[in-house]
């Protein structure tokens, strides 16, 4: 895959206390995706921005308290005037259901897909899960033409 695949590719990742976001934003970016990670302490952006550009990486950041559906409302005014509305919202907050934050950002902003990431767990069920070759994030990026999540032709 180039290096400007997903060059129109617009993510927002929530959750950026944990380290699997760092991999993601990375991931992400490396491939040309515009990546804005949001969250309410600007320390915690602050690493991962610079955890991710350790990497030849650059992501944008945003203070923004995602447990408000006002202040996200707010935000998704600011993107959607500036063209930068997300196309996909990963949330790595480790949270399920209705505790996550990415899923009222979510609600609010619409995006084409949503997907909640969570660190592997270790043990013998996780080998059990790893054993059927579940696709990653990285399996489905590096499909071939054709057959990849973000492949216009596909329905």
Do not use: W
Not at 104 to 126: D, M, N
């Amino acid at each position: 895959m180039g290096a400007f695949a997903l060059s129109k590719l617009h993510v927002l990742i929530t959750g950026a206390h944990a380290s699997i976001s760092r991999d993601a934003a990375r991931l992400l970016a490396s491939q040309g995706a515009h990546v804005m990670a949001a969250d309410p302490d600007a320390r915690t952006l602050s690493r991962l921005a610079r955890d991710v550009s350790l990497y030849g990486a650059q992501i944008e950041t945003a203070v923004l308290n995602l447990a408000s559906p006002a202040a996200i409302r707010i935000a998704e005014d600011h993107l959607r005037l500036t063209g930068r509305s997300p196309h996909v919202i990963l949330c790595c907050c480790g949270k399920v259901g209705e505790a996550c934050v990415g899923a009222t950002a979510a609600k609010v902003l619409q995006p084409s897909l949503f997907l909640q990431l969570a660190p592997e767990r270790r043990g013998p069920l996780s080998r059990a899960i790893s054993s059927l070759k579940h696709p990653t994030l990285e399996s489905l990026l590096a499909r071939k033409p054709g057959r990849g999540v973000f492949d216009p032709n596909v329905s």
